[in-house]
């Protein structure tokens, strides 16, 4: 069975800094591309980073670039997101997403990590 | 960019009754578009992708249809359990990321 587990959210002042852990099991996870997506209280759906098997590429929209970095370890089977210079409109739960084999669509989510920004 | 915008914001339906969502992508997607369904608390879950294909175990009663610009997701007899928000996602052309805004369906 498939499974993603998010860790690492809190409660963390404006400029602080988290890191957000994906633990992936149940499958082959150097294989699978990967991405975070965050939803804001009560709003939609925001793809904000991915990254691909090699963590060759990566890609942040730009809300976020320059202040977050993606990164994985194969060999522990585990997505990462450093998120540094929080601001109170990073507020939202975070998950990590599994990229489908072909395509980019998200076949699998985790259950979300809360992060909340405010002083 | 792309743009997809969904409609209705909010659907109210009657258990046993049809449901049909939209979404429209503001140039051609072909038929990389997806559908996730989110319940309060919960993660989104995968139910339908290259806009017709219903994911592992998801009920033959959610279909998938269009290509282009224009798609539906349609839940032919709802039960209690899929009063949701729907989001569809293009994945045709990215990044950006494209999500639709969501569409709420709720019980009438």
């Known amino acids: 069975e498939v499974q993603l587990v998010e860790s690492g959210g809190g409660l963390v002042q404006p400029g602080g800094s988290l890191r957000l852990s994906c633990a992936a099991s149940g499958f082959s996870f150097s294989t699978y591309n990967m991405h975070w997506v965050r939803q804001a209280p009560g709003k939609g759906l925001e793809g904000i980073s991915y990254?691909?098997?090699?963590?060759?590429?990566?890609y942040y929209v730009d809300s976020v670039k320059g202040r977050f970095t993606i990164s994985r370890d194969n060999a522990k089977n585990s997505l990462y997101l450093q998120m540094n210079n929080l601001r109170a409109e990073d507020t939202a739960v975070y998950y990590c997403a599994r990229d489908s084999a072909r395509y980019s669509y998200l076949d699998y989510w985790g259950q979300g990590t809360v992060v909340i920004v405010s002083s | 960019e792309i743009v997809m915008t969904q409609s209705p914001a909010t659907l109210s339906v009657s258990p046993g009754e049809r449901a049909t969502l939209s979404c429209r992508a503001s140039?051609?997607?072909?038929?990389?578009l997806a559908w996730y369904q989110q319940k309060p608390g919960q993660a989104p879950r995968l139910l339908i992708y290259g806009a017709s294909t219903r994911a592992p175990g998801i009920p033959a009663r959610f279909s998938g249809s269009g290509s282009g610009t224009e798609f539906t997701l349609t839940i032919s007899s709802l039960q209690s359990e899929d009063f949701a928000v729907y989001y569809c996602h293009q994945y045709n052309n990215w990044p950006p990321y494209s999500f639709g805004q969501g569409t709420k369906l709720d019980i009438k």
């Open positions: 990254i691909n098997i090699r963590s060759s590429t990566t």
């Open positions: 140039q051609t997607v072909s038929s990389n």
